[in-house]
């Protein structure tokens, strides 16, 4: 694996590594040596937790064209949805700006319907109340060891996520384990709100994505037209599917 690009920056004396390494077509981030994400510019899907951040927008009802990214990384899901869902307009809010410049200048995301602001995303989402269809909540910050959240997924900020949703709009929020998942779906708030919750995981990974659907959607049809639509897509994505759902209500 060659290494591409290299960068440290110390804040509060932390110091952070960035590096960006290839294998073969394949980019990926790491940060502090942990593997942060990973893009092929030919390939459909990216493999792991990253496709989780796409997939579950396929099981909704509507079409997907405007799609709020809170916290960019890499930018491995924008070229998801804009190949996977053909999203015509992608805003990404991202804090830290080295993670924006890795996105455009190393993960190829800039071009016709993406933007990407570098700005605080809760106070962002506070100030802001535009409609999109999915709203992807995959906020961490860099830590000494492995990255955590730098924000309280209390009921204030799953109603400020949910004032940027149309009638049938659809969150997307990445976890560190399951038990954070639950406790978010099963928030008093959060059910009045949605109609159905479909938690998401993949082998390898210990993170889980919970998906909120504010009209009603089904995991097992929705997993059977996800599918179908990525094997028309490309059928050797559809192959290396690996992934498991499941209906909280």
């Known amino acids: 694996m060659a290494l591409l690009w290299s960068h440290n920056e110390t804040l509060n004396d932390q110091l952070t590594r960035y590096e960006v390494r290839t294998a073969g077509a394949t980019r990926r ?48 899901a924008i070229h998801q949805y804009q190949k996977v869902c053909q999203a015509e307009t992608i805003v990404g809010i991202e804090l830290n700006p080295v993670h924006i410049h890795i996105a455009e200048q190393l993960f190829d995301c800039h071009g016709e319907g993406i933007e990407l602001i570098c700005a605080d995303a809760c106070q962002w989402v506070s100030e802001h109340s535009e409609q999109f269809d999915v709203v992807v909540d995959d906020l961490f910050v860099d830590g000494e060891d492995d ?6 997924l209390d009921t204030a900020w799953m109603q400020a996520m949910t004032r940027q949703l149309g009638d049938e709009g659809i969150i997307i929020q990445n976890h560190l384990d399951l038990t954070s998942a639950r406790l978010v779906a099963s928030q008093h708030w959060v059910k009045q709100q949605f109609a159905s919750a479909i938690l998401f995981a993949t082998p390898c990974f210990e993170n889980v994505i919970l998906a909120l659907y504010r009209a009603s959607t089904a995991a097992t049809t929705g997993r059977a037209s996800t599918i179908a639509h990525i ?9 290396r599917l690996d992934f498991q759902t499941e209906q909280l209500y």
């Open 29 to 76: 981030l790491y940060t502090n040596g942990a593997f942060h994400s990973q893009y092929h510019p030919q390939r459909l899907l990216g493999g792991g937790i990253w496709d989780l951040l796409t997939l579950p927008a396929l099981f909704g009802r509507q079409s997907v064209e405007r799609v709020l990214l809170l916290g960019v990384g890499g930018g491995t």
């Open 231 to 239: 094997r028309a897509l490309d059928a050797g994505a559809a192959r």
């Open 147 to 152: 990255p955590f959240r730098p924000n309280t």
